[in-house]
Antibody, heavy 116, light 110 residues
Framework: EVQLVESGGDLVQPGGSLRLSCEVS????????MTWVRQAPGKGLEWVAQ????????YYVDSVKGRFTISRDNAKNSLHLQMNSLRAEDTAVYYC?????????WGQGTLVTVSS | QTVVTQEPSLSVSPGGTVTLTCGLT?????????PGWYQQTPGQSPRTLIY???TRSSGVPDRFSGSILGSKAALTITGAQAHDESDYYC??????????FGGGTKLTVL
């Protein structure tokens, strides 16, 4: 069974940092693009970042460029999102998702709250 | 900046057919945008219905189908059921490694 389990969400002050993780099992992690998608409270889905299977290419939505870094460890079947200089507008449930051509398998999400 | 557009809300009668669309504020959607469709009920993770325009995800009933209709991607639901009442999102590949979701359509079955 394919499973994606996010962790690391927390309450953090504006300007702070947080590192999200996604542990994957049940499929060949190293073969698939991995993506982070977020959803602010009461809002729609927003594509945030994605990383190529070998980690050689990374892409970000403009609003997080220079602040967020996506990475992966294929030996540990894990995906990460390092989030720095957090802002109130980064408050959201963050989902990790696997799959090429947006054929996403989704995790359950982890909540990030940015507030003083 | 090009925005991905969806109907904010739609309604369908039980057993009826409804088509949700996914367009662009500038230009037409084609298969080169690899459109995907997702269903989400409150408090739940999204569920992938369709990807790469018309490929149904595993376990998705054939009541759900994807296509290109005119200048937009489309998700058609036939034989609508009460539990189809959800939010539906599309996503498009904008090039340069970037994907963009639409704002979502709230579907009511009544």
């Amino acid at each position: 069974e394919v499973q994606l389990v996010e962790s690391g969400g927390d309450l953090v002050q504006p300007g702070g940092s947080l590192r999200l993780s996604c542990e994957v099992s049940g499929f060949s992690f190293s073969s698939f693009w991995m993506t982070w998608v977020r959803q602010a409270p009461g809002k729609g889905l927003e594509w945030v970042a994605q990383i190529k299977p070998d980690g050689s290419e990374k892409y970000y939505v403009d609003s997080v460029k220079g602040r967020f870094t996506i990475s992966r460890d294929n030996a540990k079947n894990s995906l990460h999102l390092q989030m720095n200089s957090l802002r109130a507008e980064d408050t959201a449930v963050y989902y990790c998702a696997s799959g090429s051509y947006a054929s996403y398998t989704w995790g359950q999400g982890t909540l990030v709250t940015v507030s003083s | 900046q090009t925005v991905v557009t969806q109907e904010p809300s739609l309604s369908v009668s039980p057993g009826g057919t409804v088509t949700l669309t996914c367009g662009l504020t500038s230009g037409s959607v084609s298969t080169r945008y690899y459109p995907g469709w997702y269903q989400q009920t409150p408090g739940q993770s999204p569920r992938t219905l369709i990807y790469n325009t018309d490929t149904r995800s595993s376990g998705v009933p054939d009541r759900f189908s994807g296509s290109i209709l005119g200048s937009k991607a489309a998700l058609t639901i036939t034989g609508a059921q009460a539990h189809d009442e959800s939010d539906y999102y599309c996503v498009l590949f904008m090039g340069g490694g970037i994907w963009v979701f639409g704002g979502g359509t709230k579907l009511t079955v009544l």
